[in-house]
């Protein structure tokens, strides 16, 4: 997540292109492949919202916004990958998908439904 690509991007990864290990940073070098691979994450919970979409809930207080990158990762992957929709169902959620750039949707990128909104589309 240096730069090379954004969450969305990655999400919608075809899997080929998909890593194996994601890091927010340079730092992640230092940090065990456990630590960086796509799975269910401590604080995360991520499940089918009906429509294509995911649901990212918060499970404990202040998760990491990086390990709801990889548990929506793991789980959209599992589903097939393609265009993500994504919606938060808390405000820790709303927050950790705003850090991720997945609160807005650039031109090309996955798209991303916002906590609340009707399943669907969102234009930025």
Do not use: N
């Not at 899997?15 to 994450?41: F, K, Q, Y």
């Amino acid at each position: 997540m240096t730069g090379i690509s954004d969450a969305a991007e990655l999400l919608a990864a075809p899997p080929a292109l998909r890593p194996d290990l994601i890091g927010a940073d340079m730092d992640a070098l230092h940090r065990p492949p456990a630590d960086l691979t796509p799975g269910p994450r401590p604080g995360w919970a991520v499940r089918p919202a009906g429509g294509g979409v995911l649901e990212l809930a918060a499970t404990s207080a202040g998760p990491e916004p990086m390990d709801a990158l990889l548990a929506l990762c793991d789980a959209h992957w599992a589903q097939g990958g393609g265009a993500a929709c994504v919606a938060a169902s808390d405000t820790d959620a709303a927050e950790a998908l705003r850090v991720l750039g997945l609160d807005a949707v650039p031109d090309g990128s996955a798209t991303v439904a916002r906590a609340g909104a009707e399943p669907g589309p969102v234009r930025g």
